[in-house]
């Protein structure tokens, strides 16, 4: 099949059907009886809890609410109704106490404040890349937006190591709720399911033994909007299917377009397929409507993401 904009059209009944199939071969072949996943309020998790509860049954699926004091109270809202549609466990377990003994509010903010000395109490922020990746030359380096409790707000460009230091932090938070996850699997004879997209995979948007440490990875084949058509087909919730995709995990409101993919999914799939496909950059734009140069600073961004993240889709490496 040629490259067109229907390339990543997929048969949602028979993609479910062998999702399925795939997550109860895995918890035979692991002797596991449970499935447990974080439910985020996102649509990857809510279709990921799906499936999983046509594999296993809904009376064997524990799904996991792991907010901290920061996360949007619509995450847990949606996530908790989510599991109410699908009839499964929800257990809610606040991981803010685990993250203020570690100090990853304090260690993030210090960063900050290296900038904007005046940062504390009441004051918020995100980190984001340059938009447009499609029609402005640009690095992959990261800007710091504060607000402040009035609702102003102030950017600067990140070196760095700053922003490595808020990243690091953050970072905490993915592998607290995977630790979380890890307790209640081993607990109750658990596989824990992951939820990253094809999308994320491909680029590296995961934290290694964070989200990305889990058993069994059951739509990281389906790029983000073959995600959104399953979870459709599947009666994920109305709310969870409008929401932007976000990482929800900076103290100021950020979408996963801004924070790193530069790009609308719906452009962006199409776009990594032909990249991983190698499809010729002229048949790239004929299909899409782009020109040459906006096809070239794409690719460019896949394969500089790509590369900076190999490791991250490894296992780490041993002597023979």
């Not at 991981?95 to 000395?117: C, H, M, N, S, W």
Request: proline share 5%; net charge neutral; hydrophobic share 40%.
């Amino acid at each position: 099949m040629g490259f067109s904009k229907d390339i990543l059209a997929v048969d949602g009944p028979r993609e479910t059907e062998r999702i399925v199939s795939f997550i109860k071969d895995q918890m035979k072949s692991m002797h596991r009886k449970r499935i447990i996943i974080g439910l985020s309020g996102g649509v990857d998790s809510a279709l990921s809890a799906s499936l999983s509860a046509s594999a296993a049954g809904r009376a064997n699926v524990l799904a996991l609410l792991l907010p901290d004091k920061e996360s949007s109270p619509q995450s847990a809202e949606f996530a908790a109704k989510q599991a109410r549609e699908l009839g499964i466990e929800a257990m809610t377990v606040d991981i803010t106490p685990v993250l203020e003994a570690f100090g990853t509010y304090e260690k993030r903010d210090q960063v900050a404040r290296t900038i904007f000395p005046d940062f504390g109490p009441g004051h918020s922020l995100k980190i984001t890349l340059p938009e447009d990746v499609l029609n402005k030359d640009a690095y992959n380096v990261f800007t710091l937006t504060t607000y402040d409790p009035e609702g102003r707000s102030r950017t600067a460009r990140l070196t760095n190591e700053q922003a490595q230091g808020i990243i690091a932090a953050t970072c905490t938070k993915h592998r607290t709720r995977m630790m979380t996850q890890y307790y209640y699997a081993e607990k109750l004879n658990g596989l824990v399911c992951g939820t990253t997209n094809k999308s994320e995979a491909v680029q590296g948007l995961f934290v290694k033994y964070g989200d990305g440490g889990v058993d069994i990875e059951p739509i990281a084949h389906l790029y983000k909007t073959q995600v959104f058509r399953l979870a459709e087909e599947a009666g994920v919730i109305p709310e969870i299917l409008r929401r932007a995709p976000s990482p929800d995990t900076y103290s100021a409101p950020v979408s996963d377009e801004e924070w790193f993919f530069r790009m609308p999914f719906k452009t962006l799939d199409l776009l990594l397929a032909a990249w991983e496909d190698r499809i010729d950059i002229a048949e790239v734009c004929r299909v899409m409507g782009l020109t040459e140069d906006q096809v070239r600073r794409a690719f460019r961004d896949f394969g500089s993401k790509h590369r900076a993240t190999e490791h991250l889709r490894r296992f780490p490496p041993s002597l023979p």
